[in-house]
């Protein structure tokens, strides 16, 4: 359906005002000329010349007026100008409405009330803890929180809206994010395998394969930066350290090369038993055909050894009756990888042991041969990449752009436009963080230390560890030996501000895996949509590093709220206000300047034609005069009194009132094909 504007509905408005403008008096003419008949006074005819003249029927019927033969041209031009500027000024009536347009933009900013609920309960359309916001890709309002389902976070905010605007308003809050943190490095290593069954069920010939991730290893241990985490976590280093444990444990595990060997004293890296794009069969069992479903969807583990099943292993392709683990690699030294990656349990819980949650990340598979990307066809080959990733939580202060459109209190209309890091002038204006100070009295496996910001009075405080910094990476610990229990909320002490993100940490880190007993999938089995964001996501690294961020804020989403709002906490309105200054959208005419090009055009003529007239007055000395005395010369009924009554008295220099009073009643006859003038003196005589 087409929706009218201000501006059509003016521009179809004057188009009919034009039309009948343009209409009546030919309409008008018509009947006049009905009425006229051939006989009348001379001053009936000069009336009628007048309206003749003025309508389009000299034009339509080719009488003397439409000809211009023996005509002065600057007369001419003159006067075809007048009926061309007519037009033109009748379109632009009609385009130029066109270009407006209305339009809510801000007002001044005024400082409000907000409306809060008392507490009170409301129905809402849905149950928040099992609804999923990772396909959203949006940022948006829910139960007490901002969240920013684009890039990952959310923020804590106790829900008010600004009562009484009739356009609604817009405004900026400063709220506290917590939001994810994520570095995957590509292992150049990946799972490759057929389908088989005719229903897509089974495959056969899993096998790992050689993308550079042995061949190209670098013989070099890599070192991360743990010198300064809250400055530089150094995810990147920790998730290459972890890539690089992995694929050297996995290379001695398929005895791809040799370890260090302390008691012959045998340096490592002595032979390197793979080349580009070399397989490896998985074991002898009935691994060699296998469900589909072991390999179908994303997985998330801390378990770096997850796809060599119970260790039965591989097998290089070329011999494969060949048992490869002659150097018993076993669990236990893929488990280390973790402490390598993020901090070990015997660690002090203090601000400088940040939260880091490190894993091996199965993508989605891609197809390798043509075909339907999405569908496990018969024979068709797919291929699975391998990912190392570090992920850390951090505090941040945001500035969110909110705005509402209701004037009844209704929070739906509660809307998100922008989500920006708030800007600081200098250090002095950065957020002072603190962290609980335990004197080293526990370890990061005993407790979850509590974190938040802090007044510039406590700075010095001796059981507080401050930091001035835009954001503050979260302390805490993720316990990846004994992760059978994914709960969130577990029985015990409520300390969601610090313990929630370790078990959100811990459940973004567990998708796919024996522990993953969530009511949310999240590998994408049981939903084509996340199956295809993720598969679209593991293409490369640097997109594959969104999946544990959205899935960890998924969770958040669903296991807080913020408790306070701009009425302080528990919007009770009683202290520590803010004061918050929000911007009313009022209704505002615009125009489109495109549309008064011909306003613009006819407006330039009009001007050029009045200082041409002002010229014209101001050289010639006629005037006024001059321009009566050529009405009077073209005026019909004077030139047939004049002509036809020679010596009577009328000419063209008789002023228009003695012309019609002496000669406006003398009767000129046409209906012979020639004039014939009858003196007004005579018919009264004859009378």
Same mark, same amino acid.
């Given at each position: ?17 034009? =039309? ?13 000329? %009905? ?31 439409? =000809? ?65 916001? !990772? ?46 943190? &994520? ?10 395998? @057929? ?89 002898? /069992? ?91 066809? @018969? ?13 850390? !939580?951090?505090? @941040? ?5 909110? &705005? ?5 209190? %209704? ?21 002072? %963080? ?55 909320? $577990? ?31 999240? &590998? ?31 969770? /958040? ?6 408790? $306070? ?44 034609? @009045? ?29 047939? &009194? ?46």
């Amino acid at each position: 359906m087409v929706q009218l504007t201000v501006g059509s509905v003016a521009g179809m408005i004057a188009a009919g005002i034009f =039309f009948a403008r343009q209409w009546s008096p030919n309409a008008l003419t018509y009947i006049l000329s %009905w009425l006229l008949g051939d006989k009348n006074s001379a001053a009936t005819w000069t009336i009628a010349s007048g309206a003749f003249q003025q309508s389009y029927w000299p034009f339509v019927l080719r009488t003397d007026a439409a =000809f211009d033969i023996g005509v002065r041209k600057d007369i001419l031009w003159v006067a075809r100008l007048i009926p061309t500027m007519g037009v033109l000024i009748s379109i632009a009536s009609i385009v130029t409405p066109l270009g407006l347009y209305d339009i809510l933009v801000p007002d001044t900013a005024v400082q409000p009330p907000f409306v809060l609920n008392n507490g009170s309960a409301y129905l809402v359309g849905a149950y928040r803890n099992v609804q999923s916001l !990772v396909l959203n890709n949006a940022t948006e309002v829910v139960e007490g929180l901002v969240v920013d389902s684009i890039k990952g976070g959310v923020g804590f905010r106790n829900h008010t809206v600004p009562p009484g605007f009739s356009y609604g308003v817009t405004w900026e809050e400063d709220l506290l994010f917590v939001e994810p943190e &994520t570095v995957c490095v590509d292992t150049n290593l990946t799972l490759d395998y @057929t389908v088989i069954s005719a229903n897509g069920t089974t495959i056969s010939d899993v096998v790992l394969t050689d993308r550079g991730g042995f061949i190209n290893l670098n013989q070099t241990f890599p070192e991360p930066d743990y010198g300064n985490p809250q400055v530089n976590p150094d995810l990147h280093g920790r998730a290459y350290t972890a890539a690089w444990l992995h694929n050297v444990y996995t290379a001695l595990y398929l005895n791809v090369t040799n370890p260090r060997n302390q008691t012959t004293g045998a340096l490592p890296w002595r032979y390197l038993n793979s080349v580009m794009n070399q397989t490896f069969l998985r074991g002898e /069992s009935s691994w060699r055909s296998t469900s589909v479903a072991d390999f179908d969807s994303l997985v998330i583990t801390t378990k770096f050894s997850d796809y060599l099943g119970s260790m039965e292993g591989y097998t290089n392709a070329s011999n494969p009756g060949v048992n490869t683990n002659i150097f018993g690699i076993n669990q236990e030294n893929y488990t280390e990888i973790h402490d390598w990656c993020s901090n070990p349990s015997r660690f002090p819980a203090n601000i400088t042991n940040i939260l880091v949650g490190c894993g091996l990340m199965r993508g989605v598979p891609h197809r390798q041969d043509p075909g339907t990307p999405f569908v496990f066809e @018969t024979g068709s080959k797919w291929s699975q990449k391998l990912f190392a990733c570090a992920s850390a !939580v951090k505090a @941040t202060i945001k500035t969110v752009s909110l &705005t509402y459109n209701r004037t009844d209190g %209704w929070f739906q209309t509660l809307a998100v436009t922008d989500i920006q890091d708030k800007q600081y002038t200098d250090e002095r204006s950065m957020p002072l %963080w603190g962290v609980e100070e335990t004197g080293n009295r526990y370890r990061v496996s005993d407790l979850n230390p509590i974190w938040g910001l802090v007044s510039p009075a406590y700075q010095e405080s001796a059981n507080v560890s401050t930091v001035r910094q835009p954001s503050l990476f979260l302390p805490g610990w993720m316990d990846t030996v004994s992760m059978t229990d994914t709960r969130l909320m $577990k029985f015990g002490e409520n300390l969601p501000g610090s313990d929630f993100s370790v078990g959100a940490l811990s459940a973004a880190y567990s998708v796919g895996d024996l522990f993953d007993k969530r009511g949310i999938d999240y &590998t994408g089995k049981s939903s084509i949509a996340m199956w295809a964001l993720w598969q679209n996501f593991s293409l490369n690294a640097k997109t594959a590093a969104l999946i544990p961020s959205l899935i960890l804020t998924d969770i /958040s989403a669903s296991a807080v709220v913020g408790t $306070k709002g701009v009425l302080g906490p528990g919007n009770e309105a009683r202290q520590n206000l803010a004061h918050i200054f929000v911007t009313p959208m009022i209704s505002k005419v615009r125009y489109h300047v495109r549309y008064a090009i011909p306003a613009a055009l006819s407006a330039l003529l009009l001007l050029a034609i @009045t200082c041409g007239a002002l010229l014209a007055a101001c050289l010639r000395r006629g005037g006024l005069t001059q321009m009566r005395r050529h009405l009077q010369q073209l005026s019909p009924g004077r030139i047939y &009194t004049t002509l036809l009554s020679p010596g009577q008295g009328s000419n063209m220099q008789m002023r228009g009132e003695d012309w019609s009073r002496k000669f406006g009643g003398d009767v000129i006859d046409l209906s012979e094909g020639f004039p014939m003038a009858t003196h007004l003196w005579l018919i009264l005589s004859l009378r």
